[in-house]
């Protein structure tokens, strides 16, 4: 624990405090300072230990610290490089009494904003409903900071905004007891207000322009201790739900700009096909057209509204030249990945009474599927743009957008909405680089839509990918355990490229997706020589991107329903295999937790069966136990579910508890029936009508999600639940039908 630092004036405000020096930040620490403002507005900055807090220059980015400490996943690469522009964020409380803060994250569905609140309002002592979150424009400067993706949200934001949000509190409260005429020491906050001893308070609000003149506080301005915490780790239901289920919150679709039209593209046959020609004149005389534009992806049909657009680009004539992939199917797809992982070499000879499993596995590419299809606003003139879109990659939108029209980047101001839903495809920019497209070419605003179609057929998709894995054993122990991955390559050209592409990784000769797989993925259990290999092979029209996550789905399914066939071999108890061949207590403590709760080793009827996984990544533990009814083994059903999950510090449990019930349902989607074929260059599913994702049929009639107590700081959450549920529901239908399925999903 520290009290406030002895100042040193800067052109831009003083520093106040240096907070206690938080675990996994090594020989640094946060310090925070005052920004000029009118109103009370504060910063933090990260720094090497004794170093003076000093305000940097708006224009000026401080040079990235080198880690101190190994990293463990990519979520610490992002969690590190974010840290040198945190003093670019600010948090301002106003006039209004509301304490606003603008967030370099998306809100994609996963519940980061009210993260965001809980954080703020536990150390102001305000009430979350004062708090205002808002998605930050895109801003250069911000760099990897404005980066959503790989669990990385909360890690990064919750020790700088603990720092901002108890460095406005004790000026806050410095100012209040000039006012009030007594010790500062005597005073209380609540309620986003400051409370006198005899009774009088004054709101935020009222002191935020005494609280900005503050330079030193007159109270410690460091953050709470954990046993002091009455909002974080408690359950809070989502600031935001109200408004997402009365249609109140607003999307990017739900923009209107004055003499703006609507644009539908219509799209080839094929993945990545190309205009031939196109004929449109009876479509230009369609009631509401008012211009048709051809694109690299296809041929923009815009009209005045949704419908009219629809309807006309239904009737437009164009031919096609086949997309580059246009004699590739699903078989070519397995062979050439099959191929990649014969290469691996065979187990050691351990000699007489060896025990050898050598197994395949195929995973089915995956459609991203967000509730909101794409959708994006543009403006384009001749000097500027002006985009609305939900990109992940805040500077990336700019980025693409000023390449597509020719612009300088500065010229493009890039607003960052909220998102219906993402799960890795709001990465790309594809829709947003369309709309401006559009709006250079026809001269107004266009709002363009993407159809579920569109979706399915012409985005993104996980990738499909081959497993082998060798594994051999002797007396009675598992000796070597090698698993061996090749995929379709993930495109990562966007902030995880912009990451693995900077100086931190320069010396890594590898390939992106390479890098990502290495530091992402795992073998939780002592298993003798243990390897693991990933490779990614570009094939022509197959477009990719990370799915709630990269690899984690397909690798962690694959490696358990080994992990019960060696437990089968070696005669002993799945669970208990596992809990013996677990390398940490984490890992150990959730597996023990759903076994207990799910009732393992119950018995169970003809055609039923329980099954298993654990999964550990971004430090973070979970564990899964289902029960599954596969007395009809084309139409399996998950009937109970139980989740332990240990995130080191649950900001919001009930939160932890919605992703980890969102990460099942992908589970069970993308094993037992959901996946895309590749038929000639071209996807052959086009909306849930054959993209079978789960229904609220196929829900668990049961699902149980326990939240461990706290182990430490906060892990990630976003990214964890699918490979867990995944593997458990492969090996609860490998068990309930007395087969080895090696094909996903099992209907494909």
């Known amino acids: 624990m520290v009290t406030p630092a002895t100042p040193e004036e800067t052109a831009e405000g003083a520093a106040v405090a240096e907070p206690e020096q938080a675990s996994g930040v090594g020989r640094r620490r946060f310090l925070t300072y005052l920004m000029a403002a009118p109103t009370l507005t504060v910063a933090a900055q990260l720094v090497p230990e004794g170093e003076v807090a000093a305000a940097a220059a708006k224009s000026q980015i401080p040079v990235p610290l080198p880690p101190l400490e190994p990293m463990v996943d990519f979520a610490d690469a992002v969690t590190m490089l974010a840290m040198p522009t945190m003093p670019l964020m600010r948090l301002e409380i106003a006039a209004n009494n509301k304490v606003r803060f603008e967030m370099p994250r998306l809100e994609v569905g996963q519940g980061i904003n009210t993260s965001v609140v809980m954080m703020i309002a536990e150390e102001m002592d305000a009430k979350p409903s004062d708090v205002v979150v808002e998605i930050s424009d895109a801003r250069p400067e911000l760099f990897i900071n404005h980066f959503t993706g790989f669990s990385s949200g909360v890690r990064a934001l919750w020790q700088p905004l603990a720092s901002m949000a108890a460095a406005a509190r004790s000026r806050l409260v410095t100012a209040a007891g000039k006012r009030f005429g007594v010790p500062a020491t005597d005073l209380t906050v609540s309620d986003t207000a400051v409370h006198a001893p005899d009774g009088r308070e004054l709101s935020f609000g009222e002191l935020a322009k005494d609280a900005a ?273 090749s995929g379709v390559m993930v495109d990562l050209s966007h902030g995880a490229g912009i990451v693995l592409t900077s100086e931190i990784f320069s010396a890594i000769n590898k390939p992106v997706d390479e890098i990502v797989f290495y530091i992402s993925q795992n073998v939780p259990y002592e298993f003798g020589l243990v390897t693991i290999d990933g490779k990614g092979e570009r094939i022509p029209g197959v477009k990719t991107a990370e799915w709630r996550g990269v690899h984690g789905g397909s690798f962690r399914a694959a490696q358990e329903l080994i992990v019960d066939e060696l437990a089968a071999k070696l005669g002993k108890d799945p669970l208990k295999f596992r809990m013996d061949s677990l390398k940490t207590d984490r890992a150990k403590a959730v597996l023990k937790k759903v076994g207990v709760e799910g009732g393992w080793g119950r018995s169970m009827p003809q055609g039923w069966a329980q099954g298993l996984a654990v999964h550990e990544e971004h430090r973070s533990s979970s564990a899964c136990l289902v029960e599954i009814n596969a007395t009809d083994p084309e139409n399996p059903r998950v009937t109970k579910a139980f989740v332990a999950v240990d995130v080191g510090r649950a900001i919001n449990p009930r939160g932890v508890e919605a992703q980890m019930q969102g990460g099942l349902i992908d589970g069970i989607s993308t094993i037992l029936q959901a996946g895309l074929h590749f038929d000639n260059g071209a996807v052959r599913e086009g909306s849930f009508s054959d993209f079978k994702w789960a229904r609220q049929r196929h829900s668990p009639l049961e699902t149980k999600v326990f939240v461990m107590p706290p182990t430490g700081d906060p892990g990630g959450v976003g990214e964890l639940g699918v490979p867990v549920a995944a593997g458990a529901v492969a090996t609860a239908y490998a068990r309930a039908t007395g087969t080895q399925p090696r094909s996903f999903p099992i209907n494909f």
């Not at 004149?281 to 815009?302: F, I, K, M, N, Q």
């Not at 629809?310 to 099959?338: C, F, M, Q, Y």
């Open 213 to 485: 003149k503050v330079t030193v506080p007159a109270v410690p301005a460091r953050p709470k201790k954990t046993e002091q915490h009455k909002v974080l780790g408690k359950p809070m239901n989502r600031v935001d739900a109200r408004g997402m289920v009365t249609g109140a919150t607003k999307y990017v679709g739900d923009i209107k700009i004055p003499g703006s039209v609507v644009a539908v593209v219509v799209r080839p046959p094929t993945v990545d096909g190309k205009v031939a020609a196109f004929d449109d004149a009876s479509v230009r005389a369609l009631p509401g057209v008012s211009d048709v534009v051809e694109l690299p992806t296809g041929v923009a049909v815009c009209a005045e509204n949704t419908w009219q657009a629809l309807e006309a680009a239904k009737k437009l004539h164009v031919s096609w030249v086949p997309g580059p992939g246009a004699r590739t199917s699903d078989t070519d797809i397995k062979a050439t990945l099959n191929e990649k992982t014969g290469s691996m070499m065979d187990t050691l000879d351990l000699g007489d009474g060896e025990g050898k499993i050598d197994a395949s596995f195929d995973f089915a590419g995956v459609s991203h599927s967000p509730m909101e299809v794409s959708y994006a606003v543009a403006d384009v003139r001749r000097d500027r743009a002006e985009v609305w879109y939900p990109g992940q990659v805040g500077m990336g939108v700019q980025v693409d957008v000023a390449k597509a029209v020719g612009l300088p980047q500065p010229a493009v101001t890039a607003h960052i909405t909220r998102a219906g839903g993402s799960f890795g495809a709001r990465g790309f920019n594809d829709a947003v680089v369309e709309a401006a497209r559009v709006s250079k070419a026809v001269g107004k605003p266009v709002k363009l839509m993407w159809t579920r179609n569109d979706e399915t057929r012409h985005g993104r998709m996980r990738p499909p990918t081959h497993h082998r894995i060798i594994a051999s054993y002797r007396g009675g122990k598992v000796r070597s355990f090698q698993q061996k991955m």
